[in-house]
């Protein structure tokens, strides 16, 4: 018997998928272990404190698989993640009431997808079932009523379904690719249509969700501002104003007014604090009379100062003059709470104080988890069954695509002149005909390639000479009339012409070359165009293309009597960055006779002319210059050789003259 024999290649791809799941599950760690040190700081609840260590712990034991797993201990690594993650989201779920159910899909999905990815086939099933029962023991403690158990922050509540839901559809996404990749069609069509089912299912699932939520926390919303402007409304305020300092509690008028807050709290269960407040003159909010239901002890003293009020109560205490409440969930340390706030006011009519009123996060986190159960439960139902609808269609689609996928093999093989026997008249029967189609269009494609890549190639072949030919034209005027001559006689077009800006004068474009009577008609009128006007000074004026391949219907198209068999025409801004120096036009005697290659060409061809024509003015000044400089050299010596002040103002006068054309003289006195 023959051992198997170990494949490096193989060991290797499976470090390195192992390497980069403990790298991802890291990263995420480290975000989880700021979110529950936020929490556990902000709350002071020693849950969170615990969670933070379990998180410290799975972090401690991923960076020990990934040293493993770079000594090629691959499993053990891997099996040290999962076993830790496992612990991680079971004492999460001991710890947090709300939300086991997510943790466990989370298990399910994440540790499952990690078994699949990284782990041996001989290792795969020990470990899912490893996973099943963690999942489950997970979900079932949610269930008990363990009273040291505190609600999920908002924060958590919120961004965990997300994540799950994403990494839900990552998963799925990997294994439809694998399945494209590698896998018949019967499991492709079952699982893109399990994949289009989450996606879509997971987008209604969150919009139901998110407009439940906003329901009802609009519905406790307008609620708590109902009750805080009636509860204001039974504030003693003359009273409410003689408690100034702490010990005042022991006066009849904090008891009396405690006593009517205790009154309003218990008129309803779900009110956890009633409380008034005034703001001293540092701007710190301070509690005065705090009243809770029977057993919530940590009440505030008289005068303790808010150490962390909202974002809200801080922006509208000063000048709150009506009933309020949060939009969100508030935390302090004395728990979750949604808030309310109202002004209420002495018999003089001046506002006293503000009083607060809280209702416990459990009133309105039961009811969004209750629904976010529901449509969780539902969507994995719907998945199934879409999953099972998929399944069937795969295999009633399978034989009429074997065929046709058949009838594709002989085409890769060159023979172009077969065709599906595929009769049905549903989409399959139309992806046939389809298929037919494109092969006879491929035949006839490839009858005349040949001959168009000979085209093509005459014309990059033209294009280059007319290139070159531009490098070595130093005149600007010998640099217009060549290209469109250039152009008309090689490419066959109707009519080309050039427009440039002349000095400093941007607006109007002038004509400086031409073909064949209407160039030189045009030329001798001194045609002119305004930037903006007809294509050419449209071009002019976007620094873009303009192709028009009907002129007769283009509104804005200028018309000339000298050209009336223009009926299609293309033009190309002549530029050097943003900066545009003409425009070079072309026109034809054809409907729809410029493409997109052609405009790809005369605009590679308008680049040269820029670069040409800025050549040209570049060799044009320097030649002035020269000129220039050997005039002053010239004057200087004859006003050398002369021998007196009067024959040298006499020869520089002459000479100025000469340069000028003009006559010129001097009076010597």
Do not use: C
């Not at 539902?378 to 295999?395: E, H, K, P, Y």
Request: charged content about 20%; aromatic content about 6%.
């Amino acid at each position: 018997m023959s051992m198997p024999t170990p494949n490096p290649s193989q060991d290797k791809t499976q470090e390195r998928r192992a390497f980069i799941i403990a790298i991802v599950f890291l990263v995420g760690i480290v975000a989880n272990l700021a979110l529950s040190l936020s929490q556990a700081i902000q709350t002071g609840a020693w849950q969170h404190f615990v969670r933070a260590g379990l998180v410290v712990i799975f972090g401690a034991a991923t960076i020990i698989a990934i040293i493993w797993i770079r000594r090629g201990r691959v499993e053990e690594g891997i099996w040290l993640i999962i076993r830790v993650f496992l612990f991680t989201l079971f004492g999460t779920s001991l710890l947090l009431g709300g939300f086991g159910l997510i943790l466990a899909l989370f298990e399910l999905v994440l540790a499952g997808s990690v078994t699949a990815f990284a782990l041996p086939k001989e290792k795969k099933n020990r470990s899912f079932i490893t996973i099943v029962i963690a999942a489950l023991l997970t979900f079932g403690v949610d269930l008990l009523p363990f009273n040291y158990r505190i609600p999920a922050p908002a924060a958590m509540t919120t961004a965990l379904p997300i994540i799950a839901t994403l990494v839900i559809i990552t998963v799925v996404t990997i294994t439809t690719r694998q399945a494209w990749v590698g896998g018949n069609i019967r499991v492709k069509l079952v699982t893109s249509f399990t994949l289009v089912a989450l996606i879509a299912i997971s987008i209604l699932g969150a919009i139901v969700y998110n407009g439940y939520q906003n329901q009802i926390r609009e519905s406790i919303h307008q609620r708590l501002v109902n009750m805080a402007g009636i509860a204001a409304l039974q504030q003693n305020g003359d009273l409410h104003a003689t408690l100034q300092k702490p010990g005042d509690e022991e006066t009849d008028a904090y008891k009396e007014i405690q006593a009517t807050n205790l009154a309003i709290v218990a008129t309803d269960p779900e009110i956890a604090y009633l409380y008034t407040m005034r703001m001293d003159d540092q701007g710190q909010v301070r509690f005065f009379v705090d009243a809770g239901q029977p057993g919530n002890d940590e009440l505030a003293s008289l005068a303790e100062v808010y150490i962390d009020p909202t974002p809200l109560m801080l922006a509208e205490f000063p000048t709150l003059d009506h009933a309020i409440a949060e939009k969100e969930l508030a935390t302090d340390k004395w728990g979750t709470w949604l808030s309310g706030y109202a002004p209420f006011y002495n018999s003089a009519g001046e506002r006293e104080g503000i009083i607060g009123i809280d209702i416990s996060a459990d009133t309105v986190l039961a009811q969004e988890r209750a629904i976010l159960k529901l449509i969780i439960s539902t969507a994995i139902g719907t998945l199934i069954g879409v999953s099972l609808i998929g399944l069937a269609l795969g295999t009633a689609f399978t034989r009429p695509i074997v065929s046709l996928a058949a009838t594709a093999q002989k085409v890769a093989d060159g023979d172009l002149s077969a065709r599906s026997n595929v009769q049905t008249s549903d989409e399959l029967g139309t992806l046939a005909s389809i298929f037919d189609t494109m092969t006879a269009q491929l035949q006839e494609t490839l009858g005349t390639l040949e001959q168009r890549v000979a085209d093509r190639t005459r014309a990059l072949e033209t294009s280059t000479e007319v290139s070159r030919r531009l490098s070595t034209i130093l005149n600007q005027e010998e640099l217009a009339k060549t290209v469109v001559d250039e152009l008309v006689s090689s490419f066959g077009y109707y009519y080309a012409h050039i427009y440039r800006f002349e000095g400093d004068d941007k607006n109007t474009l002038h004509m400086k070359g031409g073909t064949g009577e209407a160039g030189r008609i045009l030329l001798a009128r001194g045609h002119t165009i305004q930037k903006g006007q007809g294509l050419v000074g449209r071009a002019a004026e976007r620094n873009s293309v303009v192709l028009v391949n009907d002129t007769l219907n283009e509104e804005g198209w200028l018309p000339n009597d000298l050209l009336p068999e223009t009926r299609s025409e293309i033009a190309v801004p002549i530029a050097i960055g943003d900066e545009v120096l003409g425009v070079f036009d072309v026109q034809h005697n054809e409907l729809n006779a410029f493409s997109e290659e052609d405009a790809i060409l005369l605009q590679a061809l308008a680049n040269q002319i820029a670069i040409a024509a800025q050549n040209a003015q570049a060799y044009e000044d320097t030649q002035r210059r020269a000129d220039r400089e050997a005039l002053m050299a010239n004057i200087a010596q004859e006003i050398q050789s002369t021998s007196t002040m009067e024959d040298a103002l006499k020869v520089a006068v002459r000479e100025l003259g000469r340069a000028l054309d003009t006559d010129t003289s001097v009076k010597l006195n």
